[in-house]
């Protein structure tokens, strides 16, 4: 990994100062990520007071990804001569900003446009910050023990995030939380500001260098890889609580429990993740793959016991933890020198994962319900396993220490 990697050296080179300036952005992701998911639990209380349908309603949880999806390729273009800490501020200006409008949106079209500036936020810190933690980690660390820290708060949002807003909201209402949010956001800014050091341009952002990166085999494997696992725990895990309720038989609160434990097993794979990454990222990513085509695949199979579902759902949790860390480190100790293209690209892929899942998962269910979901999902997760088992022994990895440097 090249020297130009790492920050320039000054005060804030301190291990603890630069521990702090992860868990600063690690904080900032939760509320993000917790702020873009608010509308999930309540659908219908916004379709209830704005007059609008369910399926409108909706489209405040749509609209944020594929705008996401754009700003994590722009904001590494746009911004290819700027400061990362000021994009960062920017993207969580954005956030601050997105959060006013819905608080304040008198009518569903204004609601939509604080939403698009969410989704703006949620892309381009994600394709910034991916790329910027590992510079801004202790010297020495390996990336992907960096990343579980980092990735604790897009997982404590996954897990607590939408609960906690959707109690927020009905304690205060839905347009106070969006304010309350905004707050946060603005004093997330504040801890940025001041645990940050400033992080210089490791090389200009151009668009068509996306195209390139993927013209080398290493990241390509990896990046097909990506795409096959995670569409198929997309696929699958909107359609768990029916396939619990319908196949097997669960309760409303034997539901809510499994759906919990899921959850806790997300945050323990986080860190396992992290241990499996700073090992050998492709063997840990080959045991996440087969870990989640095993748990989705048998769910049909062991339906008629209870023990065996919440096991394998415990299961599939802990191997979702590991997925992103994993995929993350991938493109780092793939590609070191290119880490910002690959985590915009990764960035792109897991907007088009989400809504690919969602549209195709949708169809399935209602033609031929959620058996075959099941299948297609254990299918695409055996196929991203296959390929890197294929490819593994030819794949080279860098050191994949934060801050290194080779001379």
Request: hydrophobic residues 60%; positive net charge; contains cysteine.
């Amino acid at each position: 990994m090249s020297e130009s990697l790492a920050i320039p050296c000054n005060d804030e080179c301190r291990p603890t100062a630069r521990w702090t300036a992860v868990i600063a952005m690690s904080v900032t992701a939760f509320i993000l990520v917790t702020s873009e998911f608010l509308p999930v639990g309540i659908l219908n209380v916004l379709s209830a007071d704005l007059r609008i349908s369910a399926g409108d309603a909706g489209a405040t949880i749509v609209l944020p990804g594929i705008s996401a999806a754009l700003a994590a390729v722009l904001a590494p273009y746009l911004g290819r001569r700027a400061d990362r800490r000021d994009l960062i501020l920017l993207a969580v200006l954005a956030g601050v900003l997105g959060n006013l409008i819905s608080a304040a949106a008198p009518t569903y079209a204004l609601l939509l446009i604080g939403r698009l500036f969410q989704g703006i936020a949620v892309g381009g810190f994600w394709s910034i910050a991916l790329a910027v933690v590992p510079r801004v980690a202790p010297k020495g660390v390996h990336i992907a023990k960096v990343m579980s820290v980092y990735m604790l708060g897009v997982t404590a949002a996954t897990v607590l995030g939408v609960p906690l807003a959707t109690w927020l909201t009905g304690a205060i209402g839905w347009r106070a939380a969006f304010a309350v949010i905004s707050l946060v956001c603005v004093l997330a800014m504040l801890a940025l500001l001041r645990f940050m050091p400033r992080i210089p341009v490791i090389d200009h952002f151009r668009l068509r260098d996306m195209g390139l990166l993927l013209s080398s085999m290493p990241p390509r494997v990896g990046f097909a890889a990506i795409l096959l696992v995670g569409t198929g725990h997309f696929l699958s895990y909107a359609y768990l609580a029916p396939f619990l309720q319908q196949a097997a038989h669960f309760g409303v609160d034997l539901i809510a429990t499994t759906l919990l434990i899921f959850g806790i097993g997300g945050v323990v794979g986080t860190w396992i993740g992290g241990h499996l990454g700073s090992r050998d990222v492709r063997y840990g990513f080959l045991a996440t793959a087969v870990a989640l085509m095993l748990s989705i695949g048998l769910l049909k199979v062991f339906a008629e016991s209870t023990i065996a579902i919440v096991v394998l759902v415990s299961v599939w949790g802990v191997a979702w933890g590991c997925f992103p860390m994993l995929a993350n480190t991938w493109m780092f100790v793939t590609a070191p020198d290119k880490a910002e293209r690959g985590i915009s690209a990764l960035v792109v892929a897991f907007q088009i994962m989400i809504g690919g899942s969602a549209l195709l998962g949708g169809w399935l269910v209602d033609h031929r319900g959620i058996d075959p979901v099941l299948m297609l999902s254990a299918g695409a997760a055996f196929l991203g396993a296959l390929l890197v088992l294929t490819y593994a022994s030819r794949i080279p990895l860098h050191a994949g220490v934060a801050n290194a440097a080779t001379h």
